[in-house]
């Protein structure tokens, strides 16, 4: 890959140049085969991937390449399932080789779902932040672009602002150790890109549980988040 392209990856495509993808989603598997546990929200599902009942709450994570993001995520305790998919951009129901293209505007991004009784959000941030490198900007490691962006869409604007004020408190940490300001794209699903989650292609869905030996990206800083 040349530099020059490198660099093209890394610009955010404009909404009315972004692929105009296709209107059909893709199809998703019944159950995560790691967690047992639906990976869609029960009833009709229109692109909304936030409502999971009493007790269980949505956030939507991007930190690189969303095999591995997805495999720390499902081991968390009060975790109920978890999904792979594409958010923040604008191309409709897009397959992995148009993401890669950085001509949707999409991450790759995880669907965690969580129970209330059993953790918080803030633990799961905690996670987040301390197994990517979030002062990276459109990449994480080697992966280079848009796609590799890290970023937090979340269900409800008080959950938006956890999520911005656990950046600010983590931030001193990582000034300390040399880093820069912190890059993630922080936003409410509705307010990112078009406003929703497309799930991923199948095969992309619990990658690691699948494939083992696959693929992982952690660029982590080494930086404890606060307590």
């Not at 209107?23 to 085969?33: E, G, S």
């Not at 047992?36 to 929200?41: F, I, S």
């Not at 950085?102 to 799961?124: K, M, S």
């Not at 869905?205 to 606060?226: D, E, I, M, W």
Request: hydrophobic fraction near 35%.
């Amino acid at each position: 890959m040349s530099w020059g392209f490198s660099r093209a990856k890394q610009v955010m495509v404009d909404a009315g140049d972004a692929l105009s993808g296709r209107p059909t989603p893709m199809r998703v598997a019944p159950r995560n085969i790691v967690l047992d546990a639906p990976m869609v929200p029960p009833g009709p599902v229109t692109g909304g991937v936030c409502d999971w009942g009493p007790r269980r709450r949505a956030v939507i994570l991007a930190g690189g390449c969303f095999w591995g993001v997805e495999e720390i995520v499902w081991q968390l305790p009060g975790v109920y399932t978890t999904a792979v998919g594409y958010a923040g951009g604008f191309t409709p129901n897009p397959t992995y080789e148009e993401v890669c293209t950085a001509r949707t505007g999409h991450t790759e991004a995880v669907l965690v779902v969580f129970n209330e009784d059993e953790t918080d959000l803030e633990a799961l941030l905690r996670v987040f932040f301390e197994t990517h490198d979030p002062t990276q900007d459109m990449r994480q490691g080697n992966d280079i672009g848009t796609q590799y962006r890290s970023a937090v869409f979340t269900c409800s604007a008080a959950d938006a602002e956890l999520v911005r004020d656990a950046a600010q408190r983590f931030q001193p940490a990582l000034t300390a150790a040399g880093y820069g300001p912190i890059a993630t794209e922080i936003a409410e699903l509705g307010d990112a890109g078009d406003g929703r989650f497309y799930y991923a292609e199948d095969y992309h869905q619990q990658y690691l549980a699948k494939n083992p030996h696959g693929y992982r990206c952690h660029a982590a800083t080494g930086v404890s988040f606060p307590s």
